[in-house]
């Protein structure tokens, strides 16, 4: 056998094992090392090629994808310094459970260490950042495919099992790395694969349907983005207990009106209230996936202490940062809503939440009304959205969703990067989601956030795109303007405001897309209304910092005020 014909068969063993196992997005960034591959990869029958030149935006783009699937997605990279930008990525797929396929090339192993050329130690290269690594043997005339298959199937098998995430696998190649296009490939054989989904336990089944006969109980439901099926919402209904919908618990949206008044999407404001905090404190909390986002609720919990605080995690992994849970039950949610409750009628406790929860909401349309800040704006952009996927960014943009997405028949998933919570790398998530989901996506972002992965745009130079990006350029970093740093005058602007004087009109017209400058709200509206022309369109929202602060808090201290009044 040549070396050409078994470099061939390696790669042609490689591609069509992660078909088999359900691999079929790949996302590949040019280099000389991963030619083997990446020509393996576009002759393969079954998978979908995705290019991105920049690596760390073609990790965030895989992320996307992999989130919105909640499958595997393979990333291609050549060896040296590429595959260190793909660490941003996999960071965060590590601590958000997303399954990726990272495979970096490499130099053969007699050139590792010795001074060659674009050549770093990869072996390990993202420590425990990954789920699993492993340095693949190199193609040679004697391949031991069975080797190279079985271990592909553990990637993937790894990457999928609670809890998800991202696994290395490097492979060195050595000259020449031409292939032969014409040869063909015969699998030997693939080896099966056979899951157990794990039951709820007789004794959590017990201890859980004891929990239920309790009044005074919440639901609090983090991050779901596979969303949720109706045996959901038979559940809730027959429960009624207080349902608090963190908006990437993708239950804000395509809800069932028969339990809005369960649904509490306002509980972040309704926890800022020390009456509040006190009248609607309950005796037992079950959470469904990771703390949410909002911070009252974290900081209400851990000054509780429930007796009762229970979470549904399929990982051994519990995510548990205030060390407060009582309860671990290491099983799917949708062993929780298959469970049977007896139905029964709106008890007071509820119906006290439901009353706080639509107060609030009389009081955000009022200030809309009166009012024009980022918050205004974010809930002029919410109330305009069906039929897409909406990705916000971190820091103020996914609080403002938090804070002004109230919850509708609408259909809308939002997904947001909340495993590191770090502003980079969010464009390029945004593009990777909506290819994913092939529908049009929205990205809510903030300036700062937005020129950190400004090569995200790219994606639209490679392949169909369909992203409205909404940037609210408040010129700096806003959020740090709702936090103690901001009482300190002294250096605040230079290492907090970070102000860059930036607007991205020249921008748009260098990636070709769309764009509107906006001041006002009806400027927005006709923005949004005006029919989409390019693959990107940029609405850029022009906004004050300290009005941003202002005007949060003087819709927080009108609702303080009206809450504690309807109670006297």
């Not at 063909?184 to 709820?200: D, K, V, W």
């Not at 955000?364 to 919410?382: A, P, Q, S, Y």
Request: proline content about 5%; some cysteine; charged content about 20%.
């Amino acid at each position: 056998m040549t070396n050409r014909k078994a470099l061939t068969e390696y790669v042609s063993a490689f591609t069509h094992t992660l078909v088999e196992q359900g691999v079929v997005n790949v996302v590949i960034s040019p280099g000389s090392r991963s030619t083997p591959l990446a020509y393996a990869c576009m002759k393969q029958e079954g998978m979908n090629i995705y290019r991105q030149i920049d690596e760390r935006s073609a990790a965030f783009f895989a992320l996307g994808m992999a989130k919105t699937s909640g499958q595997p997605v393979m990333l291609l990279c050549t060896s040296g310094t590429a595959a260190a930008n793909y660490f941003p990525a996999i960071v965060e797929a590590y601590y958000a459970r997303v399954p990726l396929l990272v495979v970096t090339a490499d130099r053969p192993h007699e050139l590792r260490e010795v001074g060659a050329p674009q050549a770093i130690n990869q072996v390990n290269l993202f420590g425990s950042h990954v789920k699993w690594a492993s340095d693949l043997p190199m193609p040679e005339q004697d391949n031991k495919l069975a080797f190279v298959t079985r271990h592909l199937h553990r990637a993937v098998t790894t990457a999928r099992t609670a809890p998800k995430g991202p696994v290395h696998l490097n492979v060195p190649f050595r000259e020449p790395l031409q292939i032969d296009f014409d040869q063909a490939f015969e699998s030997p054989g693939e080896i099966r694969h056979f899951t157990n989904q794990s039951a709820l336990p007789v004794e959590a089944e017990r201890f859980l349907l004891g929990q239920f006969k309790e009044e005074r109980g919440i639901l609090v439901l983090g991050e779901m983005t596979e969303g949720v099926p109706d045996t959901f919402w038979q559940f809730i209904r027959a429960l009624d207990w207080p349902v608090l919908i963190d908006p990437l618990s993708n239950v804000r949206a395509n809800i069932d009106p028969a339990c809005r008044h369960l649904l509490i999407d306002a509980y972040d404001a309704i926890l800022k209230v020390d009456e509040a905090k006190a009248r609607l404190m309950p005796n037992v909390v079950i959470r469904v996936g990771p703390q949410p986002v909002s911070k009252p609720l974290s900081l209400y919990l851990t000054s509780l202490e429930p007796a009762v605080y229970a979470v549904f995690d399929d990982s051994p992994m519990l995510r548990d940062a205030q060390s407060i849970v009582t309860h671990h039950i290491q099983a799917p949610s949708s062993a929780l809503w298959q469970l049977p409750v007896a139905e029964r009628a709106q008890s007071a406790y509820t119906a006290a939440w439901g009353g706080a929860n639509a107060l609030y909401w009389q009081i955000v349309e009022r200030h809309c009304e009166n009012e024009m800040d980022e918050g205004v704006f974010t809930k002029i952009l919410f109330d305009h959205l069906d039929g897409v996927h909406l990705v916000a960014g971190s820091s103020m943009p996914i609080r403002d969703v938090d804070t002004f997405f109230q919850a509708t028949e609408r259909d809308v998933q939002i997904f947001a990067n909340r495993g590191a919570n770090g502003i980079d790398g969010v464009v390029s998530t945004a593009f990777g989601t909506q290819a994913a989901a092939d529908r049009p996506t929205y990205l809510l972002i903030g300036d700062l956030s937005f020129i950190h992965d400004l090569n995200g745009l790219l994606a639209s130079k490679m392949q169909d795109a369909d992203v409205t990006v909404v940037v609210m350029n408040n010129d700096g970093g806003g959020i740090f303007s709702y936090l103690p740093q901001s009482q300190e005058e002294r250096y605040y602007e230079e290492l907090f405001g970070t102000p860059t004087g930036l607007t991205f009109d020249n921008a748009a017209k260098m990636y070709d897309a769309e764009y509107a400058a906006v001041k006002t709200k009806d400027e927005l509206r006709r923005a949004l209304a005006t029919e989409k022309q390019k693959k990107v369109k940029i609405i850029e929202v022009f906004t004050d910092r300290k009005t941003n602060v202002d005007m949060h808090r003087k819709l927080w201290t009108t609702f303080h005020e009206e809450l504690v009044a309807s109670w006297k």
